[in-house]
Structure formats: structure tokens, C-alpha cells
């Protein structure tokens, strides 16, 4: 089985330090899927664009390519999103589940 970049944090509690960064990678990852959306709508638009405004076959053909690339590019950025947000999300599930037991038992009494 393929290891996840997270598997070392599967068995250790987690402290304020990691789940800030686990909610930086959140975001980082929102930022790479609207990239890549920003990307393919681009294209698509240019496609169309490109196919309006010209005359000439070479041109036709050029818009014609754009369209697909955008789509393709816009499916692969939600298919990474949603492989990474898998991982993120499974990280989190473990370290809370662990910390949260944990926490309790080593809050000392005031």
C-alpha cells in the first residue's frame, strides 16, 4: 500500500505547532484548487474567444485544443484537491481522537 506524506503523525499526539500547520496545508490545498480552476477556465474562455474572433482554420483549431486542455486541467485539480483533503481530513480524525483521550489525562488540576 502507497504511504501518505501524514503517516508519521498517525501515532503521535499532535501539538498546537502541528495543527496550525495542518490548517496552513488546508488552505494551501484550497489555494492549489482554485488555481488550477482559474487555470482551466481560463483556457476554456480563450477557446471560445479564439473560435469567435478568427477567420482562419489554423486559429479554429488552436480554440478547439484550448477547450479540452481546460476542462482536463479543471478535472485534475479537483481530483487533487479532494486525494489531499482525504489525507489532511484523516490526519486530523486520528490526531483528535488520540489527543482528545489523551489531553484529558495529562491536564493537570488547578
Not at 498546537?16 to 490548517?23: F, G, M, N, T
Not at 481560463?42 to 477547450?67: D, K
Amino acid at each position: 500500500m502507497k504511504e501518505s506524506p501524514y503517516s508519521r503523525f498517525e501515532s503521535d499526539d499532535l501539538i498546537l505547532r502541528d495543527e496550525l500547520a495542518v490548517d496552513r496545508t488546508l488552505l494551501a490545498n484550497e489555494r492549489t484548487l482554485l488555481s488550477y480552476l482559474r487555470a482551466g477556465v481560463s483556457l476554456l474562455i480563450a477557446g471560445v474567444s479564439i473560435m469567435h474572433f478568427s477567420y482562419q482554420g489554423w486559429f479554429w483549431l488552436i480554440g478547439l485544443v484550448c477547450i479540452p486542455i481546460g476542462a482536463i486541467a479543471s478535472i485534475i485539480g479537483v481530483s487533487r484537491y479532494r486525494r489531499m483533503n482525504r489525507s489532511i481530513s484523516l490526519v486530523r480524525k486520528q490526531a483528535k481522537g488520540e489527543t482528545g483521550k489523551g489531553r484529558e489525562q495529562k491536564m493537570p488540576d488547578l
